[in-house]
């Protein structure tokens, strides 16, 4: 899931002890501890892009959890459909049965519809022989005779035009009877496969069809289980390396904090230590950014809720995100004065920042105050710093630190995956007593 590199070991400074210059070992010790935060700082940043990395791929794979399930979901679709299919063709199969029964009754019908119609032929020829020998007698009988020959040739005739209508019918049953046998046949299923009908040969490939359609889906669906169960275990591990990674990412956060403590202790005591001069900067670049802001108060350049608004308002399409507030344009005025002569301090320092307390950066150093490029998130990381709101672990701790200074260690993002370890001093930045924020010096080891 992710690579674990080599980590350079921490390189503490040996020094001998010398118990006769105090001063020395507690300068001594400053810079050991000095460096000792700067490796927490550094394994700090790998754990935090190490934790990132893991919770992409915890993203990953609950984004991949859910594909599956969808992907299963349509696969059990297909097998119930083609259940369907099977029974429909079942259906079909017993209707085909079921009307090849009703053909053969209609078939009897016909036959003895045929058999009547025959039967009808014969007593019309027999009517006809028997009007034809009254039309005979009737002729011998002479004038008494006539009538009773008119009434036979009316019979003979009728008689001729009933055997007429019953050949008629015969014929018709006949080839209606052919085109249902023929039908009968489409319908019956006996035989072999050659010898099957075409709508049962279309019934036979149909349900070889669905067969293999059945047998892909629930093959694939045996391969979807089998990946949803590798992706859950994989999910499960990557959980536990997120539960390991906090565990860690807590140890790094004590073991940076007790190395800010000791720093403070030590510039707390008075001596000089190297960290000294950055930290009287940074008071004093707050005490100066806390009168400008007072003094804008008293001759009414601001208003105090002013000051003091923290309703952000997003600058759109700014990548990182950028917002403004009221106090915006009074800090562009104010505020480059003071942050651009710390620069001057030393070729140490990095930047010079007044900050409210949410860590929002109105004014940044003019080289960091470079507006944005379109979709050059990268370049706007590094460039445009200002207008944004700063709120990480030491971001907020300079933001709302009330103590006279603080101490921090940290790896700032420079954008396209660089990094810089710096050391921060800030001091609290106070307007008519109230606690606005703070002064951030940032510098290089």
Known sequence: ????????????????????????????????????????????????DTKKAVQAQ????????????QVQRAQAAITE???????????????????????????????EVEGAASQITKIALQTRLVAFNASVEAKRAGEAGRGFGVVADAVKD??????????????????LDSRIEAFSRELRSEGSAAQRSGIHASFADMEQDVGHIDESARASQATMQALAG???????AVRRVMSDLDVAFACSDRFLSVSETLIEQIAHSGV?????????????????ISSLLEQALASGRARVEQLFDSSYRPIAGSNPAQVLTSFVEL????????????????????????????????????????????????????NSRYRRIFNDRTGLASARNDKPFLLQTYRRDMGGGK???????????????RHWGGLRLAFKF
């Open 1 to 48: 899931m992710f690579t674990r590199s080599r980590a350079t070991p921490p390189s503490v400074e040996r020094t001998e002890p010398s118990g006769s210059n105090p001063l020395e070992t507690i300068k001594t010790l400053s810079r050991t501890v000095s460096t000792v935060g700067r490796d927490a700082a550094e394994v700090r940043g790998v754990l935090e």
């Open 272 to 288: 000089e230590v190297e960290d000294s001069p950055f930290i009287r900067a940074a008071q004093e670049a707050a005490g100066e």
């Open 419 to 433: 990094f810089v370890i710096l050391k921060e001093a800030s001091a609290p930045i106070r307007v008519n007593g």
């Open 230 to 236: 590798r992706v859950e275990s994989a999910a499960t």
């Open 158 to 175: 009728l008689a001729a035009q009933v055997e007429s209508s019953a050949k008629a019918i015969m014929g018709t049953v006949t080839t």
């Open 81 to 111: 459909s083609t259940q369907q299919t099977r029974a429909a063709v079942d259906r079909s199969r017993a209707a085909l049965a079921r009307i090849d029964g009703e053909v053969g009754g209609i078939v009897q019908n016909l036959k």
């Open 331 to 382: 800090a562009d005025q104010l505020f480059p004065a003071v942050q651009e002569r710390m620069l001057q301090l030393s070729d140490k320092v990095v930047f010079c920042i007044a900050v409210d307390r949410n860590g929002y950066v109105a004014t940044h150093n003019r080289q960091y105050c470079q507006p944005q490029r379109a979709g050059d998130v990268v370049w706007n990381t590094a």
């Open 58 to 69: 915890g993203e990953t794979m609950t984004a991949l959890a859910g594909e599956l399930s």
